[in-house]
């Protein structure tokens, strides 16, 4: 149980363009998602957190405007990279959470992005 | 505010050897802790987790922490290293903050030697 899946696996696009990035949670309702993004040899970064019906949290220093994240039901988050940059390759995870805010977070497989 | 801190960025073992990842946290409330493991280019799996009740927490491959209170501690042990645990390893503290976000270690690249 308590798996996540996130889809693509890996993507390649050309600078200015825009990717979407779906994560599900395919035996359990998540109330909350979090999107992550992980540079090589690095930690986790929190981006956002994402509630089933509600505008996204966004932490310090994340974009909201260009990193578009929407929950619209208890199964699926997307995050859309909007006009993407070679910076904006990365690593980006997902995780889901089934209820209160001390349940354990369960992560997605991960999103290879790289941006030309 | 939570906070955790992983001793050593790498850790190398050999095979069959003890296998010991340091995590130390701060915390002022009694806190929730974990331990992911990351394989290359994959997203985090739970080893296991520490919420309330036994102090000794057994996860899954062999794996399990000790909270020690008193040395603000969860170490990461597993008697015997397999090949199959080179892998990079992540201690988190869940934060109380609104939205449960956890809070990340830097990670520990564990290799194993033959």
């Known amino acids: 149980g308590a798996v996540v899946s996130q889809h693509p696996s890996r993507v390649i696009c050309k600078s200015g363009t825009s990717v979407k990035i779906e994560c599900r949670s395919l035996d359990f309702q998540a109330t909350t998602m979090f999107w992550y993004r992980q540079f090589p040899k690095q930690s986790l970064m929190l981006m956002a957190t994402s509630n089933e019906g509600s505008k996204a949290t966004y932490e310090q220093g994340v974009e909201k405007d260009k990193f578009l994240i929407n929950h619209a039901s208890l199964t699926l988050s997307t995050l859309t990279v909007t006009s993407a940059h070679p910076e904006d390759s990365s690593f980006y995870i997902c995780?889901?959470?089934?209820?209160?805010?001390?349940?354990?977070?369960?992560f997605g497989p991960g999103t290879r992005l790289t941006v030309l | 505010a939570q906070s955790v801190t992983q001793l050593g960025s790498h850790v190398s073992v050999s095979e069959g050897a003890l296998v010991l990842l340091r995590c130390n946290y701060s915390?002022?409330?009694?806190?929730?802790l974990f331990w992911y493991v990351q394989y290359p280019n994959q997203g985090l799996q739970l080893l296991l987790k520490?919420?309330?009740?036994?102090?000794l927490v057994k996860g899954i491959n062999g794996f399990e922490a000790e909270f020690k209170k008193s040395e603000t501690s969860f170490h990461l042990t597993k008697p015997s290293a397999h090949m199959s645990d080179a892998a990079e390893y992540f201690c988190a503290v869940h934060s109380y903050n609104p939205g449960g976000k956890l809070i990340f270690g830097q990670g520990t690249e564990l290799s194993v030697k033959p």
């Open positions: 520490y919420t309330t009740g036994a102090t």
């Open positions: 995780s889901a959470r089934v209820g209160s805010s001390t349940d354990t977070q369960y």
């Open positions: 915390s002022s409330v009694p806190p929730y």
